[in-house]
Nanobody, 120 residues
Framework: QVKLVESGGGLVQAGGSLRLSCAAS????????MGWYRQAPGKQRELVAA???????NYADSVKGRFTISRDNAKNTVYLQMNSLKPEDTAVYYC??????????????WGQGTQVTVSS
């Protein structure tokens, strides 16, 4: 089984910064793309940023220039550095990863979510 464990959420004032981490563990052969999604109350889950195993990243327009996604392939961990946070960034942030295992092949996994709250 594969587990994604997130950390780093919390409460911050507008203009502040937070860093999210997500580590994949289990019987992993390979981790493909990893990403961060978020879901605000009453809204659909949306992609925030994603990164390939080779390090190519893409971002939602709303976070470009403020958020940076990175990963450590040796640790199967993805990070999201969030700067210049705005109240509209408030949401539950979910980690996502495409993981190849011996038993299941390629499968999409999700973390449990971590709350980010930005006060004005």
């Amino acid at each position: 089984q594969v587990k994604l464990v997130e950390s780093g959420g919390g409460l911050v004032q507008a203009g502040g910064s937070l860093r999210l981490s997500c580590a994949a563990s289990g019987s992993i052969l390979r981790v493909n793309a990893m990403g961060w999604y978020r879901q605000a109350p009453g809204k659909q889950r949306e992609l925030v940023a994603a990164i390939t195993s080779g390090g190519s990243a893409n971002y939602a327009d709303s976070v470009k220039g403020r958020f940076t996604i990175s990963r450590d392939n040796a640790k199967n961990t993805v990070y999201l550095q969030m700067n210049s946070l705005k109240p509209e960034d408030t949401a539950v942030y979910y980690c996502n990863a495409g993981v190849v295992t011996f038993i299941s092949g390629l499968y999409d996994y999700w973390g449990q979510g971590t709350q980010v709250t930005v006060s004005s």
